[in-house]
Structures are given as C-alpha cells and as structure tokens.
C-alpha cells in the first residue's frame, strides 16, 4: 500500500506561484510513475504532469511551459512547481502514484483570484 499526503495550496493572484509537495509512505519502492492531476468544479479530473521513475515528464498543453513536475527520491516526494498562475489553473490538486495499484492523495485547493 501507497498513501499519499498532500501540501502547499492556497490562495494566490494570477501571475503568482505555488509549490505544492506531495509525500508517499508504504510501499514505495514499488512506486513507478507519480503524477498531479486537478479537478474544477463541474470538469472533470484531468491530468496536469506526470514523472516516471526514469525521470521522464509529461504535461498537459494548458500548463507547458509553466509548471514543472519533479521528483525527490531521498525524501520519497513530488513536487508541481506551479508559475504564472492563470484564474483558470484554480481547482483541487491531487497526488497520484501508480505502483501496480492507484493511491490518491486527499486533495489540495488552489485558488487563484485577484
């Protein structure tokens, strides 16, 4: 079993930046892919990056180029470096980690208004 425990959202103007972290615990070395996925009220949950255990990354198109996923394995955690942040980019965040099963992480909201 992964468990997954979520952190760094809040409230921030557009054009501002976040760092949202997310820390696994059980079975990790099992772990081969982590990844944050968001969901808005009313849409469904899309993924926005993804890192595999190689290193390799992906993103969706609506965040290239401003967001960056990455990967610290001595503190078995994932961060989303979130920049330039859009009114558009406000939703829940959650943690993913794929390990043979799916662990999701309780959610973090981030908000962005002016």
């Known amino acids: 079993q992964v468990q997954l425990v979520e952190s760094g959202g809040g409230l921030v103007q557009p054009g501002g930046s976040l760092r949202l972290s997310c820390a696994a615990s059980?079975?990790?070395?099992?772990?081969?892919?982590m990844g944050w996925y968001r969901q808005a009220p009313g849409k469904q949950r899309e993924l926005v990056a993804r890192?595999?255990?190689?290193?390799?990354?992906n993103y969706a198109d609506s965040v290239k180029g401003r967001f960056t996923i990455s990967r610290d394995y001595a503190k078995n955690t994932v961060y989303l470096q979130m920049n330039s942040l859009k009114i558009e980019d406000t939703a829940v965040y959650y943690c993913n980690a794929m390990y043979g099963n799916t662990a999701w992480g309780q959610g973090t909201q981030v908000t962005v208004s002016s």
């Open positions: 059980g079975t990790i070395f099992s772990i081969y892919a």
């Open positions: 890192i595999s255990s190689g290193g390799s990354t």
